[in-house]
């Protein structure tokens, strides 16, 4: 018996107190394994109807009571027999609960093995199995909206279209090898190149999409820097809303780099707090700055910070080359230098709040524009699997698209073609990918 036929067990829910806690079973004797916990031989429960049942341990103890509702396959999350119970939400109740249904011959699911079955029975391709897991991690709005619309399918549609085309023109080409006194014929060449650039663009505008693909999921890597005391660890507080990092009038204040999770007009951002930059003896402090400078190399976006009633330092500015960069005016409550007069920036203060909102707007802006992934309603944002298998598949692309025009044998077009065709179909997991599914769902949590 393959681990695949096995019937699994987990915790679907998060450990911890909670008002319920679900249990989930799937496999081939789901069913039977119910009735055992349940103890109700020769009443099966009815599919997709929640019933009444209590637990019990093998030694006919009560564990708990709750609801039961069996999904018969194939409709079911995992396409097989499942079953489901939602009891008391203690952490002892439920680890007990599941024990029961260990002992009546589940075994322990593995992190995404739920899923995993989902994507094995057809349920879902593999953008969609990963779209689970972007869906439960989504750290903002923008971030839950590309995961919603990558697990409706977006991304496999988008990656079928191409798919068919590409299949299209690989026909065309290797009908040509069935007859090798027959060349290509100019008129057809010019027709199968048209097609197969159609859908290289249409690769590179998936491509296009990775930048903010890793933004969503990992967050925007926003390092605050500046002077000591210019109010870095203020504005960390006033953006996160709540008091995250030590404020003190003493320069020097933040040693080590402080991070916090925030959302900023639904992007997620990697807000990072920096000890602030100056010549320093303090053994302490200088590892700190070369942290600083660590995150800046580092940064999506970088926020100069700049106390506003001193007049602009003299000394070099810290190096922020491949980050966007604003410039913070901060404490214009108590008046701006007359130096700073006419010159950009954002004028906030931490101490009313006045600015703050701007100034997210402004970093909003900074992030999106210029990139058509985040103009559209439909947020379609491909993850670093996704580029590495479009990135082969331009290349394979490209190289076809300069056989065809050197006029070379269709033997050769068809073999780079074929490549391509193979590299989009592993985006959604159509092709061989036995090897890459294990490392995929281990990513994922227990009982999903
Ligand atoms: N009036 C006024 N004071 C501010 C404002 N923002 C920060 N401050 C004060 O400036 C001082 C320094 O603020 P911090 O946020 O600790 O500055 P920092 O840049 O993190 O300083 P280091 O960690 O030492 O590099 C504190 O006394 C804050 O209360 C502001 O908008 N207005
Ligand atoms: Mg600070």
């Known amino acids: 018996m393959s681990r695949h036929d096995e019937t699994i067990a987990a915790l679907a829910t998060a450990p911890g107190e909670a008002a319920v806690a679900l249990v989930r079973v799937s496999g081939p004797t789901a069913a039977q394994i119910a009735e055992t916990v349940f103890r109700r031989a020769g009443r099966p429960l009815e599919p997709r109807r929640?019933?009444?049942?209590?637990v019990h341990a093998?030694?006919?103890?009560?564990?708990?009571?709750?609801?039961?509702?069996?999904?018969?396959?194939?409709?079911?999350?995992?396409?097989?027999?499942?079953?489901?119970?939602?009891?008391?939400?203690?952490?002892?109740?439920?680890?007990?609960?599941?024990?029961?249904f260990l002992a009546a011959g589940a075994r322990p699911a593995e992190p995404g093995?739920?899923?995993?079955?989902?994507?094995?029975?057809?349920?879902?391709?593999l953008?969609?199995?990963?779209?689970?897991?972007?869906?439960?991690?989504?750290?903002?709005?923008?971030?839950?909206?590309?995961?919603?619309?990558?697990?409706?399918?977006?991304?496999?549609?988008?990656?079928?279209?191409?798919?068919?085309a590409l299949l299209d023109v690989v026909a065309h080409v290797e009908a040509y090898i069935d007859f090798p006194d027959e060349d290509i014929s100019p008129e057809t060449g010019v027709a199968l190149r048209t097609r197969a650039e159609a859908v290289r663009e249409g690769v590179a505008a998936l491509l296009d999409t990775a930048r903010p693909g890793r933004l969503l999921r990992e967050g925007v890597r926003?390092?605050?820097?500046?002077?000591?005391?210019?109010?870095?660890?203020?504005?960390?507080?006033?953006?996160?809303?709540?008091?995250?990092?030590?404020?003190?009038?003493?320069?020097?204040?933040?040693?080590?780099?402080?991070?916090?999770?925030?959302?900023?007009?639904?992007?997620?951002?990697?807000?990072?707090?920096?000890?602030?930059?100056?010549?320093?003896?303090?053994?302490?402090?200088?590892?700190?700055?070369?942290?600083?400078?660590?995150?800046?190399?580092?940064?999506?976006?970088?926020?100069e910070v700049i106390d506003a009633t001193l007049p602009?330092?003299?000394?070099?500015v810290a190096s922020t080359e491949g980050a966007a960069r604003l410039r913070v005016l901060n404490k214009v409550d108590l008046g701006e230098h007359p130096a700073w007069r006419g010159q950009p920036g954002l004028r906030v203060s931490c101490r009313t709040g006045a600015g703050v909102r701007e100034l997210a707007e402004a970093i909003h802006t900074a992030v999106t524009s210029g990139e058509a992934a985040w103009a559209g309603r439909e947020l379609i944002a491909v993850n670093a699997r996704h580029r590495a298998c479009l990135e082969r598949c331009a290349e394979a692309?490209?190289?076809?698209?300069?056989?065809l025009a050197a006029g070379e044998s269709p033997e050769f077009v068809a073999l780079d073609l074929r490549i391509a065709l193979g590299a989009l179909g592993e985006v959604v997991g159509g092709t061989d990918v036995e090897d890459i599914l294990g490392r995929i769902f281990a990513t994922f949590c227990l009982g999903k």
């Open 222 to 303: 926003t390092v605050l820097f500046g002077a000591p005391n210019a109010g870095k660890s203020s504005l960390l507080n006033a953006l996160a809303g709540f008091d995250r990092a030590i404020v003190s009038a003493t320069p020097g204040t933040t040693r080590d780099t402080i991070e916090e999770f925030i959302a900023v007009r639904g992007l997620p951002l990697r807000l990072i707090d920096t000890a602030g930059l100056r010549a320093s003896d303090d053994a302490v402090e200088q590892a700190g700055i070369a942290r600083t400078q660590r995150a800046l190399a580092e940064a999506d976006l970088a926020l």
């Open 397 to 403: 692309l490209e190289h076809a698209l300069a056989t």
């Open 127 to 164: 953008t969609q199995a990963e779209a689970v897991m972007d869906l439960i991690r989504a750290q903002s709005d923008l971030a839950l909206r590309a995961a919603r619309q990558q697990l409706a399918g977006g991304l496999r549609e988008r990656i079928e279209q191409l798919r068919e």
């Open 58 to 100: 093998p030694d006919g103890e009560v564990l708990d009571d709750g609801l039961a509702t069996r999904f018969a396959a194939p409709a079911s999350y995992t396409g097989e027999e499942v079953v489901e119970f939602s009891g008391h939400g203690g952490p002892q109740v439920a680890r007990r609960v599941l024990e029961a």
């Open 50 to 54: 929640a019933v009444r049942v209590r």
């Open 312 to 316: 602009p330092a003299a000394d070099a």
């Open 113 to 125: 093995e739920f899923t995993q079955r989902a994507f094995l029975h057809g349920k879902m391709d």
